[in-house]
């Protein structure tokens, strides 16, 4: 396990979420390799975070390995081992479930829509980047909860499931780097029913 | 809500504290008008061959309801359970969604093919490329596809390019009924007009448990009319519940009941006289059928088949006499499961002709139809070029599967291994997996010499495995096209196929890459005449105006349905030589055949070492090898068993549950036993569809056993030495050994 530097998402996790959000969306190394400085640009301190060392260390590598990687988690035609759509991971797995409406109206709240209309709203990369839209835009703590409790906390399923099937150093990070993301915006648990509301009685 | 100025330069990622990581575009757009309404649209299934019409509800662009269309002939108004759940395979998540490539040259199901994503433009170009460099260098034969000979812009693609190597499963399940009907009846028909049968005759035919609707809504209606139904089946079929009367007959023994059948119809007389004198050639070839019938008698048919001589007659004389009667045969059924089968139709086509209720009420019957013109007939193409170059699988043997224009699975694989190793430099498959090939680790063996392969399918099949280029498939709920009835047609009806939702992902349809490998290969084909490419949707629009339906396909969107209203005409002239039913057919003969059906065994006979019969059977709620993975269906029927009967468990000394190994001269697979007494003691059954390899389906993936690992493929010489001249796959041939693991 790399340990994050002060650098990981210190004051301002909007750019790692966008980060992070892109880097699922498109595989290219060229392209991630210019999204990695960009966001050394804004988190500033790159030097001493690990986390960012592992990804820049990693797109060094052979750019085909990243593409093949890619395809066999996500999309491979065998059988892909970690969809990254939401609803493939609610209790009856499918595309376009109950989570594509949901993120759907998230974003339509917003004012913006999936560009692809063919593709599934609840992608991984979707969510992330749109996380990033909402804190960029200050969206009220409560609004982040709601969202967080929608459409990321699946993440970390999504994470260990990715952790679990590939030695790829770009991904290895991608889910430690997510996964430590969604847990530390971890909204507080909602509050317990109001005093004197009865307590549920077990069946006889 | 309005788009705020913010949010436009967000969506350019200028207003973003992340800078340029947190541009929304190009992933996001400015919203619309919001969620869209719910909608209802008119569309057909496309999970099997019926084609039920159905209505399909969407609400803001996700499908979420369907059901059976009011007044179509195919469904009757309902769907059955692989046509409801057809959400579950739209949505399916393991849906292949972008055009793929291989980056690893070893091919084989255990290798990692290494794949990497790739643009439409690229894979089109690939193709092209190599498929032009092997015509170039090999011609013609070195080209081979598998696939349906659909849509009409797919077959003149492969006739502009000179393809002379295609074959599909249409051959392994209808092509046997269709060479004998052309010589018989005067083509392949669907139709069965089971509501006016008075005595319905079903040789081995599950015809409830295969579901389609339009032939299990006609059994109930006949019987509610008061037919009387006979089934032979050496399992106790849900058919076979249903009917008045099920004999367990021997496996591959149908023949012998049929032939002793007619021999009781024509030495007593009892054929429907006006229909055999005016509209058959019985007559002229009077005395040579009745000495060629005489040797079979119920008493030798009934040694052949355990069904008992007094039945058979009985069954005979009141087929002829208590009738509207019918003996319908169907597709994989009865045309391609044994190697007597091309025997087998010939001989249930003369019964249905002695009965005299071919094109007559209760009867099998000619779909009436309302003509839709090819893309040929709207945009007449350049002579296409001769077909040139050696056959593959063979079927240059046979002169009357040659003349049908279709091909043989089952000898597939000994062609590309055995007969012309390395003939075949490039090839296509088109939703086609190796499980429906007999002996499939044999078939991918035979495609790994294949240098350059493509597969264009929805799922992630064992054939991708082995492919060189992946393109994903769109289904039937992604597309547009006219859809007339062929199951359930005394009047003309055509139905409306239109997208009900946007093609997921990249998914294209196979019309759509006809056009577009067309313009890279033979562009001269794909062109109108004022020198544009065609366009798929102004000849859809065309067929729409000449058909007479409507204006446009968006107006014949719209209405749905058109159905014409005309009597039923039975047909007094028919499309065979002379214009008269054959029941002796010389061109049989002239054509390496017998002019009437002769007994033959089946290809296996049960011995020491293989004692048992192997039997498979696909699942009501399922497609052949295509369903497995729906979610709603895979819950209904999740994987396959070992089904015997509780004698043959006793014998071999296995419980419920336990596992066993089938081990026939081919292969061997291992399944848990599952005990009952719907089946004869001396038979195994096995469910189709099912051991898909690919561990990452994630319904079907890993659950149960290959079915075909049992099943032998065949060659061509086995084929002409078994007297198969209508090409019978021979894909229940197979005998086996059982034992407790």
Redesign the interface.
Known sequence: MVEPGPGFAAS?P??WF??LG?AL?V?ETARLAA?LE??I??IGRPEDDALVATFRQALEGDP?EL??E???LF???????C?P?Q??YSE??????AA??RA??W?????????G???PADHA??LL??F??LL??GAPAERLAAFWRDHLEWILRFCELIESETTHPFYRAWAEAAARLVRRMEPEPEAPPPAGFPAEQPLA | MALTRRDLLKLAGAASTSGPLGALAPFFRPAGSGAAAERKLVTCCGICDSVCGMVATVRDGVLTFLEGLEGDFSGGGGLCGKGASGAGQLYDPDRLKYPMKRTNPNKGLEEDPGWVRISWEEALDTIAEKFRAALEQFGQESLLFVTRPAPDIWMRFMNAVGVVNRVDHLDECYLTDRVIQRYTTGGKSWCNDFENAKYILLFGWDLLAKTKLVYANGIVQAKDNGAKVVCFNPQYSATARFADEWYPIRPGSDLAVALAMINVIVSENLFNREFVDQYTNFRQYESQIREHFKRYTPEWAAAESDVPADAIQRIAREFATRGPAIAPAHKKSLCANYANATQLVHAISILNLLAGTIDRPGGRYFARTIPIPTIDQIVPPPAYPAKRGRRVDGKDRLPLVLEDGGGLFSTLADGLLNKYPGMIQAAFFNNYTILGFPHPERMAKALATIPFLVVMDFLPTDTALLADIVLPSSIYLESNDLVPREYSAKRPQVVVRQAVVPAMFETRSIGWVALELGKRLAPDYFKNPDGTWISLSAVLDEKVRRAGLANSFAEFREIGMVTREQPFVPRTTFNVPGGKCQIYVPQFAERGGEPLPVWRPKREQPSPEYPYYYLTFIPAVHRRNTTQNNRILNEMFPTNAANMHPLLATRIGVKEGQKVRIRSRVGAIELPAHLTETLRPDCVLVAHGFGHRSRYLNTAGGKGARDSDLIPDQTIEEMVAAGNFAGAASIMDAVVNVQAV
């Open positions: 301002e909007a750019p966008a980060f892109q969306l595989p999204l960009e966001l640009k804004v085909l593409e093949r890619y395809v066999r999309l491979d035609p065998a059988g892909a081992p969809p759509w609803s493939v009856e797995p499918r595309l376009m479930g594509h409406e759907l109206a974003y339509r709240a917003e004012g913006i829509e999936p560009a209309e063919n593709e990369g979707l980047l749109f990033s839209h960029d835009g």
